[in-house]
C-alpha cells in the first residue's frame, strides 16, 4: 500500500555502514546516522548562539542600569546647584554633559562644580567624552581659575559668561590635555 512505501532516501538518511536509516539516533547496527550527527551539531550551535545572545543582553542590562543609577547619584549633586549631569538622548555612554545654566551660578558655585567634575571623572564618565556646559552663567576669569590643570574634560562651554579672552587664554595655557575643546562667544562689552 501506498503508505507502507519506504520514504525517500535523502544524502543525510545514510548511515554511516551505508545502511539506511528509518529514525534518528542508532539505527540496527547500533550507528548513529550522519543526518542525526548534523541535526545534533546545529542544534548545539543553536543552543551555543542564544545563551551567548542571552548572556551579552544580561551583561549590557546590567551595566545600563549601574550607569543610570552612578550618573543620577551625581546628578542629584548638581541639581542642587541648579545644573545636571546628563547623557542627554544619546546612546549609552557616548557622551556625558555637566551643565550650569542661569546667572545664579556664579564663580562662588565653582568649587563645588570642580567635585562634580571629578566626580564624573572617577566614576569614568569621560571615557569616551566629558563635557562642562556653563553657558549663560555668570562666572568669570576668577571662577575658571579652578578649571585650571583639570584632566578628563573634552570641551569647556563658556559662551554668555563674564568670562574675558584673557581668562580663556590662561585657562586653554594651563589645560593638561591641549586638544580641549573651549566654546566661548563673548559679549563685544567683555572683550578685554
Known sequence: MWWRRRPRVG??????????????????????SA???VKI??????????????LLVVVGAINFIRFGQSIASVNQRASRLGGGVT????????????????KRIDDRAMPEILSIVRE???????DPSLSL????????DEGIRYLHDIAGLDSIWL????????????????????AIQVRASLRPAERR
Open 35 to 37: 543526518r542525526s550527527w
Open 11 to 32: 544524502l543525510w538518511d545514510v548511515e554511516i555502514d551505508g545502511a539506511v536509516s528509518k529514525r534518528d539516533g542508532p539505527g540496527p547496527t547500533g550507528k548513529v
Open 159 to 178: 559662551s554668555d559668561t563674564r568670562v574675558t579672552d584673557r581668562g580663556i587664554m590662561a585657562l586653554r595655557a594651563s589645560l593638561p590635555n591641549k
Open 133 to 140: 556646559d556653563l553657558d549663560g552663567t555668570d562666572i568669570g
Open 87 to 102: 547623557n542627554g538622548r544619546r546612546e549609552y555612554r557616548e557622551h556625558v554633559t555637566v551643565w550650569f545654566h542661569g
Open 120 to 126: 564624573c571623572v572617577a566614576r569614568g564618565f569621560n
Open 41 to 54: 551539531f546545529v542544534q548545539a550551535m543553536c543552543m551555543a548562539l542564544i545563551l551567548l545572545w542571552a
